[in-house]
Every structure is written in C-alpha cells, then in structure tokens.
C-alpha cells in the first residue's frame, strides 16, 4: 500500500519527511520550549534520524512554532505550576461561621509537590502583624526543609504585608503574587479549600474559635497521614512511595471527629 507523505517542509527534489518523524520533530518542539533548531536535530541523530537544521526550521515554520527563545518565553501558568511543584508552597485563607454567626478565619500553607497542609492559624482578627508571625512560625516548622522551596503563591489581600514577604524573601523564597479575581492562579490551595469545605466544616457546627481549631487540626492530620489523593497516586502525603503494604485480611475502621471521617487500617 502505497504511503502519503506529507511534504510541507521538504524541498523540491528531496524526498518528503515521513509523518511520524514530522510528528516527533514537533512534539520534541512543543516539549521543550527553549531547545532551538540545532538541539532538536542532535536529539533526533540519537534515535538514527538525520535531518537538516533548516528543514526541522521550515517544518516548524509551517506548523506555526517561533523560534525557540519566543517558544520559551511562551509557558503556560499550569507548566510553571507542575515545573515548580517540588519548590513551590501555596497559601491562602478561608473563612467559617460560627452558630453565634462571628465569622473566624483560618491561614494555612500548601506544599505543592508533596500536597501536606500546614494549618498555621486560626482568628477572628486576621491583622498583617498576626499573618507576619504565622510565616515566621511556618520557618519553624518547615526546618531545614525550608531552603527548598523557591516560591510562594499568593494573593494580593492587603493581610500579605511587606514584613510578611520579607520573611520568604530571607530565605530566598520568591513571592508570586496572583492576578486580581484570578483563583484559578492558586488553584492547589484553592481545591483544599473546597475539600475541607465539603468534608469538614459545612458538616459541622463550630461554636468559637478554640472548637474550629481543635477541629482543623485534627482534620489537617487526617488530610496529611489519612486521605487518599489522585495526584499522589492515592496515597496519602506522608506515605511513602517506594512501600507497598501487602494486602490485608482485616480492616479495622476508626472513627475521625466523632464519625464524620472514617479511617481504615490493617489489623494485625
């Protein structure tokens, strides 16, 4: 059977470039952004295939891919966010009302790549000298573990000081401030929002502040050491990875906030 090449970016008088190469020329151009005519031709010659630098330049030309430097400088916020993850760190609030109708806030930390929620606060009275202290306590926490991340997303509530800032930019965190009504720019934070929603707080009356804390931080460990995640695989955060359990004949459940959550572990 007789093949139909298509010859967009061959010359006259040299035989057309095979589908499938054209078709790996270009996903080797939209995956790596930065890699110019040159580095795509040494990366094909790896695989047995030797085609020119121009015609890798005229094949991307007429598939409507710029050069590299203006392919690079064109990543989208979602290839930041999955590039960055394992030095990224996300924090946000979110409020709830309590049955005397006073409304409490709640500040919490996200580490992107790991997906553990650090619960660093909770207040009726959320000022830029209280948030300025949860981060310095968050330093705390984070230890040695803090010189890894390089990025900390945010909005631009008036709470986020400059003294609050400053304690990142110490430790050379850069602030990535999100676009105004933009919450799609902090979705990571923003999903734990809704999930603590859905599976804690609206099911819940919380009489005052030291009731919805005591509630958070038992839901928080729950959330690190207890829940599956998709994006991890469903595992929890502090899973590990590389352990395989082997399958269990007995499950035993406990109960997490008086039943609202369950667990479920092996029995010995």
Same mark, same amino acid.
């Given at each position: 059977?007789?093949?139909?090449?298509? #010859? +967009?970016?061959?010359?006259?008088?040299?035989?057309?470039?095979?589908?499938?190469?054209?078709?790996?020329?270009?996903?080797?151009?939209?995956?790596?952004?930065?890699?110019?005519? !040159?580095?795509?031709?040494?990366?094909?010659?790896?695989?047995?295939?030797?085609?020119?630098?121009?015609?890798?330049?005229?094949? $991307?030309? +007429?598939?409507?891919?710029?050069?590299?430097?203006?392919?690079?400088?064109?990543?989208?916020?979602?290839?930041?966010?999955? !590039? #960055?993850?394992?030095?990224? $760190?996300? %924090?946000?609030?979110?409020?709830?009302?309590?049955?005397?109708?006073?409304?409490?806030?709640?500040?919490?930390?996200?580490?992107?790549?790991?997906?553990? &929620?650090? $619960?660093?606060? &909770?207040?009726?009275?959320?000022?830029?000298?209280? &948030?300025?202290?949860?981060?310095?306590?968050?330093?705390?926490?984070?230890?040695?573990?803090?010189?890894?991340?390089?990025?900390?997303?945010?909005?631009?509530?008036?709470?986020?000081?400059?003294?609050?800032?400053?304690?990142?930019?110490?430790?050379? !965190?850069?602030?990535?401030?999100?676009?105004?009504?933009?919450?799609?720019?902090?979705?990571?934070?923003?999903?734990?929002?809704?999930?603590?929603?859905?599976? %804690?707080?609206?099911?819940?009356?919380?009489?005052?502040?030291?009731?919805?804390?005591?509630?958070?931080?038992?839901?928080?460990?729950?959330?690190? !050491?207890?829940?599956?995640?998709?994006?991890?695989?469903?595992?929890?955060?502090?899973?590990?990875?590389? &352990?395989?359990?082997?399958?269990?004949?007995?499950?035993?459940?406990?109960?997490?906030?008086?039943?609202? $959550?369950?667990?479920?572990?092996?029995?010995?």
């Amino acid at each position: 059977m007789k093949r139909k090449w298509h #010859q +967009s970016a061959a010359k006259p008088g040299r035989p057309p470039i095979p589908a499938e190469l054209q078709t790996l020329i270009l996903r080797l151009a939209r995956e790596n952004p930065s890699w110019g005519y !040159t580095r795509i031709q040494g990366e094909l010659r790896r695989f047995g295939h030797r085609v020119s630098a121009s015609t890798i330049r005229r094949l $991307l030309r +007429s598939a409507g891919l710029p050069p590299a430097p203006r392919r690079a400088d064109e990543q989208t916020w979602r290839q930041f966010l999955h !590039t #960055q993850a394992e030095g990224l $760190l996300a %924090c946000d609030f979110f409020h709830v009302d309590t049955v005397t109708l006073r409304r409490v806030y709640v500040f919490f930390v996200m580490e992107v790549h790991t997906r553990t &929620v650090h $619960l660093l606060g &909770v207040t009726a009275n959320p000022t830029g000298a209280w &948030v300025a202290q949860q981060a310095r306590n968050l330093q705390l926490i984070l230890g040695e573990n803090a010189d890894r991340f390089r990025y900390l997303i945010r909005d631009r509530d008036a709470k986020f000081t400059a003294a609050f800032d400053a304690v990142f930019t110490g430790n050379d !965190t850069q602030i990535v401030k999100t676009a105004p009504q933009a919450p799609r720019m902090n979705a990571y934070a923003e999903r734990f929002v809704r999930t603590v929603r859905t599976e %804690c707080t609206d099911r819940i009356l919380t009489y005052n502040e030291q009731h919805l804390r005591r509630i958070l931080n038992r839901y928080a460990e729950h959330y690190n !050491t207890g829940r599956a995640h998709r994006a991890l695989n469903l595992r929890a955060p502090a899973d590990n990875p590389n &352990v395989l359990p082997f399958p269990a004949r007995h499950v035993h459940r406990r109960k997490i906030l008086g039943g609202l $959550l369950n667990e479920y572990q092996s029995a010995a």
